[in-house]
């Protein structure tokens, strides 16, 4: 069952702030996040797990809601350097990943 | 140390020819995963080998499809009499034990592009 991300596209100029969000159905065991530049392969950026902290890249901190069964991706003044697309992965266990569709961030100067 | 590696980078065949993309995992990864990325989508799941247990398959769009990994290592995806609708970037990816708790290091794809 794939993760469903919002937005799916956001323009930021250099310095603003976003948040990412991948919502899931079922109840989730671990979240992971990937960030893709145009033509060039994903690559990770930090693991969430149920039951775990909140975590942390850079200047990039992710959440994860068990509850809600949705993990936040939150990006603190964005540098150009972060543009690039973004896919969630989730699990239901310890078992193979499902991507969503991605979100599109293009930061301007 | 070595990333992963994927072969051809680029592969443009014929309508119902047969190709084979080949892998190489991080060495000592135990898991290893194929994706289809079709143009501006998505990462699609296609196979996940995890040690010596039989394959996870369920994303193999259809019969034409197949992939073995040898020794534990080196995988081959083979797609016979391709169409186009294959065409896409496929990825395949890494890990050092299977599951969701470890991070998946991807290689740099190969372009599929059916003529």
């Known amino acids: 069952q794939q993760p469903v991300q919002s937005p799916q596209a956001v323009i930021l100029r250099e310095g603003e702030d976003a948040v990412i969000n991948c919502s899931s159905s079922k109840a989730l065991y671990s979240v992971h996040w990937y960030r893709q530049k145009h033509g060039e392969a994903p690559v990770f950026l930090m693991i969430?797990?149920?039951?775990?902290e909140q975590m942390r890249h850079e200047k990039i901190s992710a959440s994860f809601n068990e509850k809600k069964q949705q993990s936040s991706l939150y990006l603190t003044a964005s540098q150009l350097s972060y543009s690039g697309t973004y896919f969630c992965g989730t699990s239901f266990g310890n078992e193979k990943l499902t991507f969503g569709t991605g979100t599109r961030l293009t930061i301007i100067p | 140390g070595a990333g992963v590696s994927q072969s051809p980078s680029n592969k443009v065949t014929e309508k119902g020819k047969d190709v084979e993309l080949r892998c190489d995992p991080i060495s000592g990864h135990t898991a290893l995963y194929w994706y289809r990325q079709s143009l501006g989508q998505g990462l699609e799941f296609l196979i996940y080998f995890q040690g010596n247990s039989a394959p996870d398959k369920s994303g193999l769009p259809s019969d034409r499809f197949s992939a073995e990994r040898t020794g534990g290592s080196v995988s081959t995806l083979t797609i016979q009499r391709t169409q186009q609708e294959d065409s896409a970037v496929y990825l395949c990816?890494?890990?050092?034990?299977?599951?969701?708790?470890?991070?998946?290091?991807f290689g740099p794809g190969t372009r599929l592009t059916v003529t």
């Open positions: 969430l797990l149920k039951g775990g």
């Open positions: 990816a890494s890990s050092r034990l299977p599951g969701g708790p470890y991070e998946q290091y």
